[in-house]
């Protein structure tokens, strides 16, 4: 019997503080979604395993949860908010309500076998600008996710914002093949210089744009690295990217976010489907991104609709994880009022229960039978474990509160 008490590797039980803490955070998430003018959007826990295939460019096979209907259809619990949204949006959101705004809390599962001690569920909170292709789209997304963080209580973190459209540029001056432009992108986004720099060595590539690889990994840092960006390469795309990245901290500068802004040129991201910025969260006392997004204008495409979008996720488990270490403690309100009563007080007690109620107040009753000497030994037990709390009893017309 001891091993039904136990959860599977990578889920867990929240309960009790945490658990009210929790919806806390997720109801200061909805509140910032909402107050950006963004509706909410509830899709499947799980769908069509063609969602989320490699065409998409979302998590490896591998790593999803898998299981069949009865109709022999491949279904996955989705890894990945973003596809479930793009195929939402593509089937209801009408052409003349474009630009679309989506916001969702929901939860995740990635089969990470090769991580031990990581979460197999989580919960995100995040939203989606569908329908907008304008550096306004991605400013307001930075903004959003800075003043949802700030909502939460969290003080200190940054959001490292990348492009992959340099990387693209790079490539397509380089002519390389999809093959090795993973290779590289894989390398790149691993930070891992001397990595890249041999596998460069095995490719007959000009002095300029090996120059231009090797120093990805090391473009990181305040607004002044897109100068030593645009210094390393004249290919339009990759001015371009520049040019978004420099127009898009001025847009951030507007909202009042700039100091929570930093640049990552090496970052190019775990999913394929990113076309533009891509940015993720970190703070201390966090190992890993608190969350992350970016810019997917070719996702929606693939399920038929042709638009621009923009988005992001949060993780609220590794949130409060950070929250947590930092000593960051989100007031979630708990009940305080507890009432013990017997049967000869069962009336008035529970009158007292609706009137409580009525004004919205949270009241935790406990039936307690027999006399009013062992009514009384309970609600002392209760006040000496929470002595903040308001214990009363009630064994006849009134309740009676409890002092120690």
């Known amino acids: 019997m001891k091993d039904l008490l136990h959860t599977p590797e990578g889920v867990r039980d929240i309960y009790s503080r945490e658990y009210a803490e929790k919806r806390e955070i997720e109801r200061r998430m909805e509140s910032a979604f909402t107050r950006f003018g963004y509706e909410g959007l509830q899709t499947p826990s ?25 109709e022999g259809n491949t279904l996955v619990l989705r890894p990945d908010m973003t596809p479930s949204i793009a195929r939402s949006a593509a089937k209801y959101v009408r052409e003349e309500d474009l630009p679309a705004k989506f916001c969702y809390i929901g939860n995740t599962f990635v089969n990470n076998s090769r ?34 963080l700030v909502g939460c209580g969290l003080k200190e973190f940054q959001v490292d914002v990348g492009q992959v459209e340099f990387f693209n540029g790079l490539v397509e001056a380089a002519g390389l093949s999809p093959e090795t432009e993973e290779e590289l992108r894989k390398r790149v986004e691993a930070k891992n210089f001397f990595s890249v720099e041999d596998f460069l060595n095995e490719q007959n590539l000009s002095e300029e744009l090996t120059n231009a690889f090797l120093a990805l990994p090391h473009l990181f ?59 993720r969260v970190f703070t201390y006392g966090s190992g890993e991104a608190l969350g992350g997004g970016g810019r997917y204008d070719k996702l929606m495409q693939q399920f038929g609709r042709k638009a621009p979008a923009v988005g992001f996720a949060i993780s609220i488990d590794q949130l409060m ?10 007031y979630a309100p708990l009940c305080r009022e507890f009432l013990y009563y017997n ?13 409580m109620r009525a004004q919205n107040l949270a009241l935790r009753l406990f039936f307690e039978p027999g006399s009013e000497e062992t009514l009384i030994e309970r609600a002392k037990a209760k006040k000496r474990q929470n002595p903040e709390a308001d214990v009363f009893y009630c064994s006849g017309e009134k309740p009676e509160r409890m002092t120690l």
């Open 115 to 148: 991580y031990q001690g990581r979460l197999k569920e989580i919960t995100q909170a995040g939203a989606e600008l569908i329908g907008d292709g304008s550096c306004d789209a991605d400013a307001e997304i930075l903004a959003m996710v800075v003043e949802a």
């Open 343 to 355: 049967e000869t007080g069962r009336k008035a007690a529970l009158a007292f229960s609706r009137e």
């Open 321 to 330: 994880l950070a929250q947590s270490r930092q000593h960051l403690f989100v």
């Open 221 to 279: 840092g305040n607004i002044d690295i897109l100068s030593e960006a645009e210094a390393l390469t004249d290919h339009p795309r990759c001015r371009a990217a520049i040019r978004r990245l420099r127009d898009l901290y001025e847009l951030c500068r507007l909202y009042g976010v700039e100091n929570y802004i930093s640049f990552d040129l090496g970052m190019l991201g775990k999913y394929q489907y990113y076309t533009g910025i891509i940015f």
């Open 46 to 70: 799980f769908e069509f395993f063609d969602i989320f295939n490699q065409e998409r460019g979302s998590v490896a096979s591998r790593d999803m949860f898998k299981f069949f209907d009865r």
